[in-house]
C-alpha cells in the first residue's frame, strides 16, 4: 500500500482529485485531498494574511499530525510551490515528488517569478478591480482548456486566492533535494510558458521521469485513468 497526498491548486480545492482518488483507492493505497486554506470548504476563513506559506504549513503538517512516511505527495499547477515547500520542511516523511502541470520553483522564487509578465498583469488587474486589491478571481475552466463536459463544474467550484500565494518567494533549506524519485506530467493541449519550462527543467533532471498526455490544464479532470496509471508507477 502506497500513501498519495493529492495537492490541488490556484482556486481548486480537494475535491479537484474525486476521480484521480477513487481509483487510487480502488487500487488499494492510502489517498488524502487536502483543501488548502481559504478555499472551497475553506472559503470562509479567507483572509489576506493567507500565503504560500499557509498553505506550505497546510500540507506539511497534515504529513506529521497524520504520521505518514514514504509518501507521494502530488502538486497541480500553483500547488508545484507548495509541495516544494512542504518537501523541504519533511522530506523523511517523503519518497516521491509528482509535478502535475505544476510550477517547478527553486530557492528564492515566487509564482509570478515563474509565470510571463503579460500573465502576472493581468492577475494583478484582476485582483485590483474584483478582488478589493488582494484577492485574485478564478481563472474559467474554459481558459484552462478544460472538456467542455466539465467546465460548469469546475466554474463552480472554484474560489478566490489570495494574492500573497502568488506573490511570497519560497524560502528552502535544501533538504528536499535529497528526495530523489520525481515525476513531472505536462498537458499537452494546454499551451504556456510557465509550464513548458517547467517541462524542460524536469527533462534535464536525471531525478524526473517526464510524461505529456493530451488533455487540458486540469489533467485530473480531464484524463483521470492515463494520471492515476502514471501515479501508480511510483506505489
Known amino acids: 500500500m502506497t500513501?498519495?497526498?493529492?495537492?490541488?491548486g490556484a482556486w481548486r480545492g480537494g475535491w479537484c482529485w474525486v476521480r484521480v482518488a477513487d481509483r487510487l483507492r480502488a487500487a488499494g493505497h492510502t489517498v488524502f485531498t487536502p483543501t488548502l486554506s481559504g478555499l472551497a470548504e475553506h472559503a470562509h476563513t479567507l483572509t489576506p494574511t493567507i500565503s504560500l506559506q499557509t498553505h506550505i504549513k497546510d500540507v506539511a503538517r497534515l504529513l506529521q499530525w497524520e504520521e505518514l512516511r514514504d509518501v507521494v505527495?502530488?502538486?497541480?499547477s500553483y500547488g508545484g510551490m507548495?509541495?516544494?515547500?512542504?518537501?523541504?520542511?519533511?522530506?523523511?516523511?517523503?519518497?516521491?515528488?509528482?509535478?502535475?502541470?505544476?510550477?517547478?520553483?527553486?530557492?528564492?522564487?515566487?509564482?509570478?517569478d515563474l509565470r510571463t509578465p503579460e500573465a502576472n498583469a493581468q492577475i494583478r488587474e484582476r485582483?485590483?478591480?474584483?478582488?478589493?486589491?488582494?484577492?485574485?478571481?478564478?481563472?474559467?475552466?474554459?481558459?484552462?482548456?478544460?472538456?467542455?463536459a466539465d467546465r460548469a463544474w469546475v466554474d463552480a467550484k472554484c474560489t478566490d486566492l489570495p494574492?500573497?500565494?502568488?506573490?511570497?518567494?519560497?524560502?528552502?533549506s535544501g533538504a528536499g533535494d535529497r528526495i530523489a524519485?520525481?515525476?513531472?506530467?505536462?498537458?499537452?493541449?494546454?499551451p504556456n510558458p510557465?509550464?513548458?519550462a517547467a517541462l524542460e527543467m524536469a527533462r534535464a533532471d536525471s531525478?524526473?521521469?517526464?510524461?505529456?498526455?493530451?488533455?487540458?490544464?486540469?489533467?485530473?479532470?480531464?484524463?483521470?485513468?492515463?494520471l492515476t496509471r502514471i501515479l501508480l508507477e511510483s506505489a
Open 127 to 148: 485582483a485590483r478591480t474584483q478582488g478589493g486589491g488582494w484577492r485574485i478571481p478564478p481563472t474559467t475552466a474554459e481558459a484552462f482548456m478544460v472538456n467542455p
Open 82 to 112: 507548495v509541495i516544494t515547500g512542504a518537501a523541504d520542511r519533511v522530506a523523511d516523511r517523503v519518497r516521491t515528488l509528482a509535478f502535475v502541470d505544476a510550477l517547478l520553483p527553486k530557492h528564492g522564487q515566487s509564482a509570478f
Open 3 to 8: 500513501t498519495y497526498v493529492l495537492v490541488h
Open 207 to 226: 531525478r524526473f521521469r517526464c510524461h505529456v498526455v493530451d488533455c487540458g490544464h486540469d489533467i485530473m479532470v480531464d484524463a483521470p485513468e492515463e
Open 194 to 196: 510557465a509550464f513548458d
Open 181 to 190: 524519485d520525481r515525476v513531472y506530467v505536462r498537458a499537452g493541449s494546454y
Open 73 to 76: 505527495l502530488v502538486g497541480h
Open 163 to 172: 494574492i500573497g500565494c502568488f506573490s511570497e518567494k519560497l524560502h528552502l
